[in-house]
Each structure stands twice: as C-alpha cells, then as structure tokens.
C-alpha cells in the first residue's frame, strides 16, 4: 500500500533549486520517498509560487513539465477548501498559504505533509517538519 505524501513549497524549492541550503537534504528525501513508492503530491498553486520565487525560470518549468507533470499529483483545492482556510486563517490569524496546504493534503487523502517550515499549521494531519 502506498502512502500519499505532500511536500509543501518551500521542500519542492529545495528540490529544484540547488543553491539552497536544504537541496541536498531535500533530493535525499525524495528518492526515498520514491523508493518506498510513495505517491508524491504538490497543490497546483504550488506551480505558479515556485515559477516566482525561483531565480533559474527555465530550470523551474523544465522541473514541472518533465517531473511533476509525470510523476506527481497535482491537487487542486476548490471553493469550499479556499473558504474555510480563509475561516481558519482569520479566526486564527494563520498563515492562509500553510492552512490551504494542509486542508488539500487532508481532504485529498494525503498521510503526510513534509515541511521545512517550523511554524506549518498543522491541521490533523501527520507533520513532519525537517528543520536542522
């Protein structure tokens, strides 16, 4: 039985570019995930963020079109989902991007949410946060 993984922005970052502090960590990571044939998921808003804040555009669309395109799941949120993370986000003042994570990771089944952010809102879902 294979587990549904969500990796959050910042790890998929980590992943494609490998100036940053946590690509090895992060390339490491994946191919395990991989190895033990779990289902690699990513929210499909995560496309457009990681084209921004990525420096190499090119190397970025090349990751998605040949990687995520392929291997991934794309999951999308929906209105009911952006609606009550924005619920969540204003009672709780919250991070909106964290909780839409978590809620379409949730709600689409995912087992898992791998972060490397130590402030992740965590949303009944298992957490696993990669801070070093």
């Given at each position: 039985?294979?587990?549904?993984?969500?990796?959050?922005?910042?790890?998929?970052?980590?992943?494609?570019?490998?100036?940053?502090?946590?690509?090895?960590?992060?390339?490491?990571?994946?191919?395990?995930?991989?190895e033990?044939?779990?289902?690699i998921?990513?929210?499909?808003?995560?496309?457009?963020?990681?084209?921004y804040?990525?420096?190499?555009?090119?190397?970025?669309?090349s990751?998605i079109?040949?990687?995520?395109?392929?291997?991934?799941?794309?999951?999308?949120?929906?209105?009911?989902t952006?609606?009550?993370?924005?619920?969540?986000?204003l009672?709780?003042?919250k991070?909106?991007?964290?909780?839409?994570?978590?809620?379409?990771?949730?709600?689409?089944?995912?087992?898992?949410?791998?972060?490397?952010?130590?402030?992740?809102?965590?949303?009944?879902?298992?957490?696993?946060?990669?801070?070093?």
């Amino acid at each position: 039985m294979t587990n549904s993984v969500f990796l959050d922005t910042n790890i998929v970052a980590d992943i494609i570019d490998s100036s940053r502090k946590k690509h090895s960590s992060s390339v490491k990571m994946l191919e395990q995930l991989i190895e033990k044939q779990n289902e690699i998921c990513i929210s499909e808003d995560m496309i457009t963020t990681l084209y921004y804040i990525l420096d190499d555009k090119e190397n970025a669309l090349s990751f998605i079109r040949e990687l995520v395109l392929v291997d991934w799941t794309v999951l999308t949120f929906g209105t009911d989902t952006i609606k009550e993370a924005t619920d969540i986000a204003l009672r709780e003042k919250k991070d909106l991007e964290d909780i839409l994570q978590c809620l379409c990771a949730q709600k689409s089944g995912c087992t898992t949410v791998i972060t490397n952010d130590k402030k992740f809102y965590d949303y009944g879902i298992d957490t696993v946060k990669t801070i070093s």
